[in-house]
């Protein structure tokens, strides 16, 4: 990790840290607190019992369960770089305890194929033990790690043209047509899933990813043209979400009393495809093959995971200068990858949330892709590579097949490197700081 972004971490990590003191309280601060110190004392007390169990290759994959992009994603990957011949053969196995879990639903999909720890005594030892390194799988590296191109992106471009690992189960199957009835879809009906990330989601952690969030309105045109070609909305989250206006063929699941765990992931498995952002929702449509429109992404090397991807990256503007950053001033540069809200403020950037033109436009285009209308023009192709190629190794989705929205790089060609410049504005970024 470069030091600044340690000490990125380190600075939200602390602030967040005093947040949850205050709002749990002294007592509560202390018993996590102890807990958090009782890891690594486990670890060192059970480092023989955990040293004969690495010898004989248990290996515990550290699955964020606790957030449903990563419970979505990790697994996933996990399984992909396995089929692929790239990982050894192991006694691979994960802890989930209950109150851990984003999605228990989800979570039963995962446990029919890789061993699961469901005791909350048994993974807490478990986890102490592997807390020094020994009987540990860092699964952080699929999306998680700092200042590294994230092996997600490389593992699902491998796997073009083979299908999804995960299908619905029959029963979901069932079931779920019957709660789209009851939700209002008429038989057959097909729809799509729609999300902003909102500061409701995470208070505690707004310090650090409110450079996340969204307008959830702006995607009410979008929602428009879906329905006025024949489709529905359904609009996800949780019921800390603004209420969106009433608006025929769209439904406000995140406030409807139908909504569910097991719901949630039948409908991100059944639509049409996914309109996200950079919260992990979207992915639950990845791992069971459906597409995803991205928009308000950011950083702005976070692009789709999937082939069938349409991304729509948040635009870089320079507070002092009053200008946008032209993407090779980002891309190849550590704020292509930010991670912090602290970051983007340090470097004098504020991030600017798509417009519902644009959203619209991406729509669009992603309606048509599906419908097999959509034919790229070569200027389309040629804004399209000029921008791929600016992502360098350690940009957050280097090696990613996904596409960019045509129509966004049509609008903001001006913001693309022409062959004189491109090394010049790079050199003028790096030496002024941004990035840094």
């Known amino acids: 990790m470069r030091l600044a972004t340690l000490h990125a971490y380190l600075h939200t990590r602390i602030v967040v840290a005093f947040a949850r003191a205050r709002q749990l309280g002294l007592a509560q601060t202390a018993i996590k607190a102890g807990s958090y110190l009782a890891s690594p004392a486990v670890g060192l007390l059970l480092s023989p019992v955990a040293l004969a169990l690495h010898v004989i290759g248990f290996r515990r994959l550290t699955f964020g369960t606790a957030r449903i992009g990563h419970l979505a994603s990790e697994p996933d990957s996990f399984l992909k770089a396995r089929a692929l011949g790239e990982l050894p053969t192991r006694r691979w196995f994960f802890v989930a305890t209950p109150r851990k879990i984003a999605n228990e ?34 699964t952080g590296r699929y999306v998680q790690w ?41 038989p057959d009906a097909w729809f799509v899933c729609v999300h902003a990330r909102e500061s409701g989601f995470s208070p505690q952690d707004e310090v650090m990813h409110r450079y996340r969030n969204a307008d959830p309105e702006a995607l009410i045109p979008a929602m428009r043209e879906i329905v006025a070609r024949g489709g529905w909305c359904l609009r996800m989250g949780d019921p800390t979400t603004r209420p969106l206006p009433p608006i025929p063929g769209v439904v406000d699941y995140a406030h409807h009393p139908m909504r569910s ?12 495809f996914f309109i996200g952002n950079s919260s ?42 009053r200008r946008l950053l032209r993407f090779d001033e980002i891309l190849g540069t550590p704020a292509a990858s930010y991670r912090f809200a602290t970051q983007y403020q340090r470097a004098g950037i504020e991030v600017r949330e798509n ?39 350690n940009d957050y989705a280097y090696g990613a097949a996904s596409r960019v929205s045509a129509t966004f790089l049509s609008k903001y060609q001006h913001l693309l490197p022409n062959d004189n410049t491109c090394g010049e504005n790079r050199e003028f970024v790096r030496s002024a700081g941004v990035g840094h």
């Open 105 to 138: 639903h989800l979570l039963t999909y995962w446990t029919a194929r890789i061993p699961v720890v469901r005791n909350p005594i048994v993974g807490s030892t478990i986890i102490g033990m592997t807390s020094l390194g020994l009987m540990r799988y860092d």
């Open 146 to 186: 700092y200042d590294r191109s994230q092996e997600i992106y490389r593992l699902n471009a491998q796997w073009a043209g083979r299908p999804p690992l995960l299908a619905l189960m029959p029963e979901d199957v069932t079931w779920g047509r019957e709660m789209l009835s009851s939700l209002g879809l008429p």
């Open 261 to 272: 765990a097991r719901l949630d992931v039948v409908l991100c498995a059944k639509a049409r």
């Open 280 to 321: 992990g929702l979207a992915l639950v449509s990845s791992v069971f093959g459906r597409p995803s429109l991205l928009v308000n992404a950011v950083p702005m090397s976070g692009l789709g995971i999937l082939p069938t991807d349409l991304t729509v990256p948040k635009l870089y503007w320079n507070i002092a200068e």
């Open 355 to 393: 417009s519902p033109d644009e959203i619209l436009d991406a729509t669009v285009e992603m309606l048509d892709t599906l419908a097999g209308r959509y034919i790229p023009t070569p200027g389309d192709a040629r804004r399209q590579r000029s921008f791929m190629s600016l992502l360098r190794p």
